[in-house]
C-alpha cells in the first residue's frame, strides 16, 4: 500500500509541471472566436478617417485607413491647410491576443492638401511618420476601443514654404473605435 501510494504520489509530482505548463499554453492560446477584422473609425488629432484592421498573427496586426487631414493644431487657423489621407501602420500587441491589449505602432501618412498660400489656393503634399503607443479594448468581442499617444514628423507643402506650409515635430493621438468581426 504504502509502495503504490509511494509511486502515485512521484507521478503526480513528475506530471504536475507537464499539467501547469499545458493550462498555463492552453491559457494564452487565442481563442476560436477572437475576431480577426475591426472595421474602425479613426478619430485622431488630425484626422476623420475610415479604416480596416486585420490580425495577422497572434501579436501583430496591420491597419489600413483614409479620409480627412486638417492639421489644425499647427496651422494658424481650422482650414489653412486640408485634404485627404491614407495611414497605414502595424499595431504590435503585448499583453494580449491582437487585436486587444497594449500596443505600440509606427506609422507612416500620406495626404492630397490644399490650402492658400500667399493669396492663392494652392493643391501640394502632406507627410508624417510617427509612432504611439496605447491599449485596445474589446468589449463582447464586437464592440473595438484605441486609444494611445506618441508622437510624429510630419510636413505639408502648398505651393510655396511659406505658411500654412510646415514642417514640424508633434504630439500624436490616437483614437479608434470600431465594430470587430
Given amino acids: 500500500m504504502r509502495r503504490a501510494v509511494a509511486v502515485a504520489l512521484l507521478a ?14 492552453e491559457a494564452t492560446r487565442p481563442s476560436a472566436s477572437v475576431p480577426k477584422n475591426v472595421v474602425l473609425a479613426d478619430l485622431g488629432l488630425h484626422v476623420i478617417a475610415l ?12 491597419s489600413v485607413s483614409g ?20 495611414r497605414v501602420r502595424p499595431y504590435f500587441f503585448f499583453t494580449d491576443h491582437a487585436p486587444r491589449g497594449v500596443w505600440i505602432s509606427p506609422f507612416a501618412q500620406g495626404a492630397v492638401v490644399r490650402g492658400t498660400s500667399q493669396g492663392e489656393a494652392r493643391t501640394g ?5 510617427g509612432a504611439a503607443a496605447g491599449y485596445a479594448f474589446l468589449f463582447g468581442d464586437v464592440v473595438h476601443l484605441s486609444l494611445g499617444v ?3 514628423l510630419h510636413y505639408a507643402r502648398v505651393g510655396t514654404d511659406a ?7 508633434g504630439i500624436h493621438v490616437d483614437g479608434t473605435v470600431g465594430f470587430a468581426f
Fill in 150 to 152: 506618441g508622437g510624429q
Fill in 163 to 169: 505658411p500654412p506650409s510646415f514642417y514640424t515635430a
Fill in 12 to 25: 503526480l509530482l513528475v506530471s504536475a509541471p507537464t499539467r501547469a505548463r499545458a493550462a498555463e499554453a
Fill in 125 to 129: 503634399g502632406a507627410f508624417a511618420l
Fill in 51 to 62: 479604416g480596416y484592421q486585420r490580425t495577422l498573427s497572434d501579436h501583430v496586426a496591420l
Fill in 67 to 86: 479620409g480627412l487631414y486638417d492639421p489644425w493644431t499647427v496651422t494658424d487657423k481650422v482650414g489653412d491647410i486640408r485634404g485627404a489621407m491614407l
